[in-house]
């Protein structure tokens, strides 16, 4: 009976002793759970700030490429309008040159046809001249 006894005893403190074996276990396992679940967020946490901060850089570039490409417009915009107001002061000079240059022609008209005119009343009054003395 004692034998029993004390085997029952040692069996009864084995299971107890296992017990707390797997209880310690339970609970080292619970905590590291706990641990990883933590270190997995406070990963995502990072990953979440790298990929804010890396949305953040390909904004700022962005922007900064807009700006380039209005700066770019701006001058595009200001050559047209250089070479707009210069087709325009060509063109009005050319204009004047034609007007000037066609003065110049009816001017020159003008004269040939009072040299013509003064030929003619020449012509004219040599003949009458000659006429007269001819008679």
Same mark, same amino acid.
């Given at each position: 009976?004692r034998?029993?006894?004390?085997?029952?005893?040692? $069996?009864?403190?084995?299971? &107890?002793? #296992?017990?707390?074996e797997?209880?310690?276990? !339970?609970?080292?396992?619970?905590e590291?759970t706990?641990?990883? =679940?933590k270190w997995r $967020?406070?990963? %995502?946490? #990072?990953?979440?700030? +790298?990929?804010?901060h890396? =949305?953040?850089y390909l904004?700022?570039?962005? =922007?900064l490429?807009?700006? *380039? *490409?209005i700066?770019?417009? +701006?001058?595009k915009?200001?050559i047209?309008?250089? #070479? +707009?107001?210069? !087709?325009v002061e060509?063109?009005?000079? !050319? *204009?004047? $040159?034609?007007l %000037?240059q066609?003065h %110049? &022609?009816?001017?020159? /008209?003008?004269?040939? *046809?009072?040299?013509?005119?003064?030929g003619k009343? !020449? &012509?004219?009054?040599?003949?009458? #001249?000659?006429? /007269?003395?001819?008679d």
């Amino acid at each position: 009976v004692r034998f029993i006894y004390h085997e029952a005893c040692e $069996e009864w403190k084995r299971r &107890v002793f #296992l017990d707390a074996e797997k209880d310690k276990q !339970r609970q080292l396992c619970r905590e590291l759970t706990e641990k990883v =679940a933590k270190w997995r $967020e406070e990963c %995502l946490a #990072l990953q979440q700030a +790298e990929a804010d901060h890396v =949305a953040i850089y390909l904004l700022e570039q962005e =922007a900064l490429l807009k700006e *380039e *490409e209005i700066k770019q417009m +701006e001058k595009k915009k200001k050559i047209k309008k250089q #070479l +707009e107001e210069y !087709r325009v002061e060509k063109q009005q000079k !050319r *204009e004047s $040159e034609n007007l %000037l240059q066609s003065h %110049l &022609v009816e001017e020159a /008209r003008k004269m040939m *046809e009072e040299q013509n005119s003064e030929g003619k009343k !020449r &012509v004219q009054y040599r003949e009458r #001249l000659c006429n /007269r003395f001819s008679d």
